[in-house]
């Protein structure tokens, strides 16, 4: 059995943790930039704002309905995130993190558990929802559960108990652990919401009279392989018939690759700001090799100017460099990352976003180092002076310390920083911004 549990509204969701004020009332945040509305209470849905929009566009309609707005906090939401995944491993002998707001569980032996444990648990239900109580009351976020027996089908489960808990008709807890439940919530459920399959393949099969998930399940393999993606399409049906085709996917082998990327607040126009922008992508992405074991050997340095400037295409520029050795040091990086600028930088150009990518990434201290590159082999005092900058930097909050080409100068702001007018405090990863209680 999987299970999948899914935040509530996420974004708006830790915005009321350390807000209660805002509890009933409508809240969206928006993207970066204050651009796009990304995330959306309840209640900012029953509006009618729409995800996506445009946030010029629906401010009258929210300035009418008191619609609270929120800049992204990305921080607060990271943090958040590690607290909701961090109680549900305490709970499931895996968890596959999906997403920020979304973990598969791998629920092997769990209804045994449950039978053997009866004065706490009468069955998967039952230790379903104080999961989700549980999760509730550490972390202040709601959550819905859906358990069956694949991952295709828990998802499909959470969407339901999602449906049932917004017309207080459920509490947010759906198990299919039969055949009967199985067809009952596949009828439910439109084949366009079915996890896998997209827009395009919706059409074509509303086209042949395929309109819910059920239906969906009892074509024949051989039309799914024919018109839904071949075997992609064969382990969707089987998926859906109650068959498990992929187990939870515990990330314990290296990634492929890690961006640090942002749109600037305003269009820049000058070199130094540019450097800095590129050094705290560059800094980022280093402390975020470290935090899980990785050095990378090669880094690509990008840059952007906009669509809408009337200048003629290409509007995205990137330069590669391949590094003597593997490395997480933060001034290598940079180093690399202004070298890689240099080369791509075009006076009089406004340019509107950067980014750095590290790729042939592997485990730390895996590397063979290179004899004629000695001197940019990470030495044991410069791991030390990083893992101090970290240290400080997870004590104090992000930024605490930071390599002088990432500082903005003297009484100025940075230049390259997302406008974020109306973000709420970083409650949990900066000390000046803990949120405080008085007696």
Known sequence: ?????????????????????????????????????????????????????????????????????????????????????????????????????????????????CALERKRYRDLTDWAGEVRGTVQQRTGIPVCVGVAPTKTLAKLANRLAKIAKLANSGPGVLVLSDEAQRREALAQVAVGDVWGVGSRSAAKLAAVGIRTAGELAGVGDAWARKNLGGVVGARLLHELRGFPCAGVAVEDEARKSLACTRSFGQPLTELADMAGAVASHAARAGEKLRRQGLEARLLTVFVETSKYAGLPPPYSFSAQLTLPVATDDTLTLVRAAQCGLERLWRPGRRYVKAGVVLDGLERAGADQQALLFAEVARSPERSKLMRAMDALNERYGTGTVKVGAAVARPGQREAWAMRRDVRSPAFTTKWGELWGLRC
């Open 1 to 113: 059995m999987f299970g999948l549990v899914d935040c509530n509204n996420f974004y708006a969701s830790c915005e009321r943790v350390f807000r209660p004020e805002l509890e009933g009332r409508p809240v969206v945040v928006l993207s970066n930039n204050d651009g796009c509305v990304i995330a959306r209470s309840q209640e900012a849905k029953v509006l009618g704002v729409r995800m996506g929009e445009p946030y010029f566009k629906v401010r009258e309609l929210m300035e009418r309905h008191g619609v609270v707005v929120c800049s992204s906090n990305y921080e607060l939401y990271g943090d958040m995130s590690r607290r909701v995944m961090w109680c549900l491993s305490q709970v499931a002998p895996a968890v596959e993190v999906y997403s920020i707001d979304e973990a598969f569980l791998d629920l092997a032996g769990m209804a045994q558990h």
